[in-house]
């Protein structure tokens, strides 16, 4: 079973940096690829970033490309993301999910378990 819990959430001004984290108290963190989405107000859920089970091949959204990093630690069954250079267009709830594909903007439909979100505002 996964269950996911994010956290580094919150304000920061534009230009800033978060880190994210998201940790799997369950036990099969590492058999799947994971990923990261986001969530504005009154906008859908958005894909930002996934990377496989091994933590090879990294996709990210072309918004966010050149300024977020994905990585994980299966030993520690952590999921991260590391985001600089923020604007306010990155003010959103970001979501840890994970699943069986990487490697492509993936849509919400094919992450198997998620976590509750933790909201990031970017802000002056």
């Known amino acids: 079973q996964v269950q996911l819990m994010e956290s580094g959430g919150g304000l920061v001004q534009p230009g800033g940096s978060l880190r994210l984290s998201c940790v799997d108290s369950?036990?099969?963190?590492?058999?799947?690829?994971a990923a990261w989405f986001r969530q504005a107000p009154g906008k859908e859920r958005e894909f930002v970033a996934s990377?496989?089970?091994?933590?090879?091949?990294?996709y990210y959204a072309d918004s966010v490309k050149g300024r977020f990093t994905i990585s994980r630690d299966n030993t520690k069954k952590t999921l991260h993301l590391q985001m600089t250079s923020l604007t306010r267009d990155d003010t959103a709830i970001y979501y840890c999910a994970v699943g069986r594909h990487a490697g492509y903007a993936l849509t919400p439909v094919e992450l198997d378990y998620w976590g509750h979100g933790t909201q990031v505002t970017v802000s002056s």
């Open positions: 990377l496989s089970r091994s933590g090879a091949t990294p």
């Open positions: 369950g036990r099969t963190f590492s058999d799947y690829a």
